[in-house]
């Protein structure tokens, strides 16, 4: 059977001549017998740790049973990168877990969420995606969470891949056990671009335990924000604003700070949250960003 845990929306109803009869796609039905789970009903906007931590749980408890083959969420593209990221590294099994969604409502003429769902559901039914990883169905394209990323904010095929093949742990071979944890240490994300104010940097660095910076081009800042940085006692994640490429480590501008390699900023942002409940020196987060 597969298990449908909705997240910021839903398209199942229930019919008494079929116990899960999906609106829309009645075929998926043929594809596997569907148990639908509604965790919340939000805007993905709206998503927090907590949901998260929930989701992770109501996966890992169902995953003990026989009779579950593997896992769909359904979620609203905005954060969907993030949950998939968080789930890839947190879940304990390795049954299928997909997450889908859609860009268009289902009045639309171009609506894509039956199709979408569709391929979610045949791959969480299908062999070749056991042991994978959180994976994200969306457009016809099948991508491992962590180089899932959204790039339009209007396109069907806004959810794709950012291109890299960096291998990485996940689910089973991840060291985050969130089962322990009641809550995740708070992180920022500050943007550079021309003229940034530093002083943003220093009053968010006052209120998290950690810091992501979105860096232009290879994850590079300003004199004003480098000095900032060199005084920071935080853990500092230095990622990029453009789509894609790699932070060399080696290339970093500021002492002590750690390259986000090839994780955006929103994703380096979930992993700094995770690593921070295992360490906070600096060689063991490095060493982390390296395999997740």
């Known amino acids: 059977s597969g298990q449908f845990v909705s997240g910021a929306t839903t398209g199942f109803s229930s019919n008494k001549s079929n116990p899960f009869f999906i609106v829309g796609a009645p075929e998926l039905s043929e594809t596997a017998n569907i148990e639908a789970i509604q965790i919340c009903n939000i805007n993905s906007d709206d998503i927090t740790t907590q949901i998260w931590f929930e989701l992770v749980k109501k996966i890992n408890d169902l995953a003990k049973r026989e009779d579950v083959a593997g896992f769909v969420i359904t979620h609203g593209t905005d954060i969907m990168e993030e949950t998939a990221y968080f789930l890839n590294l947190t879940v304990k099994t390795a ?30 039914a299908s062999q070749d995606a056991y042991g994978k990883g959180v994976l994200v169905a969306f457009a016809g394209k099948v991508i491992p969470a ?6 339009s904010a209007d396109s069907l095929d806004a959810i794709t891949t950012n291109g890299s093949d960096t291998p990485s742990r996940h689910t089973l071979k991840s060291e985050f056990d969130i089962s ?3 809550e995740l240490p708070k992180v920022s994300i500050i943007y550079f671009h ?3 104010d530093a002083e943003l940097l220093e009053f968010a660095a006052k209120r998290s335990e950690g810091i992501v910076i979105a860096g232009a081009g ?11 940085i060199n005084n920071l006692e935080i853990p500092v994640v230095i990622s990029t604003r453009t789509n894609s490429g790699n932070i060399h480590p080696e290339h ?32 063991e987060l ?7």
């Open 194 to 196: 021309a003229e940034a």
């Open 252 to 283: 970093l501008i500021c002492k002590d700070t750690i390259s986000a390699l090839t994780l955006p900023p929103a994703k380096a942002a979930v992993l700094l949250r995770l690593a921070l409940c295992v360490t906070t020196d600096r060689a």
């Open 95 to 124: 049954k299928p877990v997909i997450v889908t969604g859609a860009m268009r409502p289902p009045t639309a003429i171009d609506a894509d969420g039956n199709a979408n769902l569709s391929l979610a559901v045949r791959t969480a």
């Open 146 to 151: 962590r180089h899932v990323q959204k790039y």
């Open 180 to 182: 322990k944890i009641k």
């Open 218 to 228: 290879a994850g590079e800042f300003s004199l004003e924000f480098a000095d900032v």
């Open 286 to 292: 490095a060493r982390i960003f390296w395999e997740y």
